[in-house]
């Protein structure tokens, strides 16, 4: 069975405990102490407590440190109980996934949309000059495309965190990696100035990764340090072998993030 199980005698000793019980409960083959000690938590000794008085608690869900669990308790004819614990922790988790994307593609869609809404209204109500309208629909376009770049990152994201992406790994040449990511922004880069130098150690110039993850990576770090190097500066490339594995840094002579701000770097929004 996926529940858990357990039976208890009138006295409240367990009498019986399934495998599935003594893992959603953290225990291995060792003795189970009584019911009345078998939880920390207070709701649960609640459940215990009802249950081996005679009243039945039916679909209670409780929160065990880091397991969500739905219990159903049931008293037995001569005395004792039985409990079934169902675990809800990947559902709950879920769950969170999803509101949590539903709240940041609100979050992020807000700026384009206005905009997008703003500049069409404008269009519809007033007359524009030919090289305004293209002007106004350049830039509805243009955030009609970063609506849709943000739809694709947070389908990535809720993916990636809901545990359904899974990389397909390969052999990548590092260099051909980074040529085709630097092609996103190369014009924005030789407008300002910017020069890339990639320093692509022999020993670290083929990675097992998934190649589009490892392009987006890439496509996105460029991008921050071509926004924030100023005219004339470098972006570099730099590989070294590390153990098993390889380390990849882009760095930049831009600005850099504050240090009070670094801890909060991954926090959305910030």
């Known amino acids: 069975m996926v529940e858990g199980v357990l039976a208890s005698d009138p006295r409240g000793r367990i009498v019986r405990a399934n495998p599935a019980a003594r ?3 953290g225990y291995g083959q060792e003795p189970l102490p ?3 000690q078998l939880f920390r938590v207070k709701a649960a000794r609640a459940v215990v407590d009802a249950v081996l008085a005679g009243t039945p608690v039916l679909d209670r869900e409780l929160e ?3 397991t969500r669990l739905l219990v159903n308790a049931r008293p037995l ?4 109980a039985v409990l079934v614990l169902h675990d809800l922790t990947a559902t709950r988790r879920l769950e969170k996934v999803r509101a949590d994307f539903v709240a940041n593609v609100s979050h992020e869609l807000k700026t384009p949309l206005t905009s997008i809404s703003g500049y069409a209204e404008t269009l519809l109500s007033e007359p524009t000059d030919p090289a305004t309208t293209r002007r106004f629909l350049e830039i509805i376009h243009g955030n009609a495309r970063r609506m849709q770049h943000l739809v694709d990152d947070q389908l990535d994201l809720s993916r990636i965190e809901s545990g359904r992406w899974q990389p397909r790994i390969a052999a990548v040449a590092l260099a051909d990696a980074a040529a085709e990511a630097w092609a996103a922004c190369a014009d924005r880069a030789e407008a300002k100035g910017i020069r890339f130098l990639p320093e692509i150690a022999a020993d670290a110039a083929q990675l097992e990764v998934d190649a589009d993850a490892l392009e987006q990576i890439l496509v996105n770090l460029f991008d921050n340090a071509v926004r924030y190097t100023p005219s004339g500066g470098t972006i570099r490339l730099r590989t070294r072998r ?3 594995g390889v380390e990849v840094q882009v760095v930049d002579s831009g600005s850099g993030i504050p240090h009070e701000h670094l801890p909060r770097i991954f926090e959305r929004f910030y």
């Open 23 to 25: 893992r959603l409960l």
């Open 77 to 80: 004819p001569n005395g004792g």
């Open 64 to 66: 065990l440190d880091d």
């Open 242 to 244: 590390l153990g098993k």
């Open 34 to 36: 009584a019911l009345a």
